[in-house]
């Protein structure tokens, strides 16, 4: 599926990645937190990114996130392609 990536300190890239627990896992490095944006889309992170420390990697939507993040399109309960025209790399870039 097509996700935007955001790592901290660099600028957000759209990439093609697998839609299993275990390719999201791998990205945010460890557990993930799935946290609902508007216009039918997610954003995911490290669930204990701020206890392990990460490094700060802005603001979305007005909460503020450490270590890589994802944003994903979702359709019901289910994680999709995200379209990098909704307007989502701007939010990364600038949150």
Known sequence: MKAIRKKPGCEPELI?????LAALQTEVEGYIEVI????GAALICNEE???????????????DVVGT???VGTKGEEFCDVSPI???VEVL???
Request: hydrophobic share 35%; charged share 20%; aromatic share 6%.
């Open 36 to 39: 609902t944006l508007p216009y």
């Open 49 to 63: 990114g701020r206890i392990l420390g990460l490094s700060d990697n802005g603001r979305v939507c007005g909460v």
């Open 69 to 71: 993040v994802l944003i």
């Open 93 to 95: 870039r600038h949150g």
């Open 86 to 88: 909704d307007g989502f």
């Open 16 to 20: 093609d990645i697998d839609n299993t």
